[in-house]
């Protein structure tokens, strides 16, 4: 994935470009931890039993680098939209950084379709999160010595059902609008639309690919134009059981066939196997997700980079462990 990215706009200050990147506790922890030894135990003097919560694990993470790859910053959320553990070494507050990694984690949380993030502001900091739509709920209150104010900002609610003629409108990389799918046509409609418009990339992760939705006429023809839009436009799809596909048939499988050079078809790894969503990343702007496969409940957006370079890490490391499956080499006829 491309992380989001930033740049202080200072002349000659090509130093302050920094990118912040969706992380977990395992792969990060050795960065997290130094940022957050730093900030707050060393200079906040937040005690560790307090700081070492044992929820690191259960949560996302966002981790700031500057330009030469070096830890900045670091926030979490938890499952029910928590965020906390802020924090931005000292030659790089006020440059941004802070903000970008909130923005992030709200994304996350706007496309779990949470109705809220909150967070416990220390008291000096109240201003800044006030500037990012949080509101100050109930009183200041002490937490590790420090004084804090609980603060709360709404999300937006989805788009209730799918609107044929609006979805027509829809531009990808332009229209901004979340809009919840509730069928199968609903899903079938987004697809087609969403991948006509493909100009570089497709990234599907799916269980079976699905037949009602990935090899109907307007699907396959979308996926091949897209593939062959230009040289370095490309088709990944990773899948949970392939074992389905072959044995059926599927269109797609042929396309790869055909133009194995743009089209790869790959079988996910074990540690993947037990997933049970499905989503897909066109041109790393715009993604469809359902966050059960079996069901047809999902969303889409046209115009997200933020959430879909998020999408885009986490299926690349998912390719990086799987394999490609050689029986969706064959044609079926």
Known sequence: MSPSSNKNNSPGETQNTFRVERVSWKEAEDDLRMLRDMVFIREQKVPPELEWDGEDENCVHVLARDGKGRAIGTARMTSDGQIGRMAVIRAWRNKGVGSTML?????????????????NAQTQVVKFYQHHNFEPHGVEFMDAGIPHQHMVRSLPS????????????????????????????????????????????????TPNLDPRIFDTNEFVEAVKNLALASTYSKVYILILNPTTVVSHGHRIVELARKISSHIFIHRAAEEDQTRVDSFMIVDEVGFIRRPHADRYEGSVEFNNPGEARLLTKEFKNAWERSVPEPELRRLHL
Do not use: Y
Not at 103 to 119: D, G, S, Y
Not at 164 to 189: A, C, P, W
């Open 103 to 119: 923005k992030a984690l709200t994304t996350i949380a706007r496309a779990r379709q949470l109705p809220n993030v909150k967070l």
């Open 158 to 205: 989805l788009n209730v059902g799918l609107n044929l003629k609006e979805l027509e409108k829809h531009v990808l990389g332009e229209t901004r609008d979340l809009i919840r799918l509730e069928s199968r046509d609903d899903n079938r409609l987004a697809a087609n639309r969403m991948v006509e418009q493909g100009q570089m990339s497709l990234r599907l992760f």
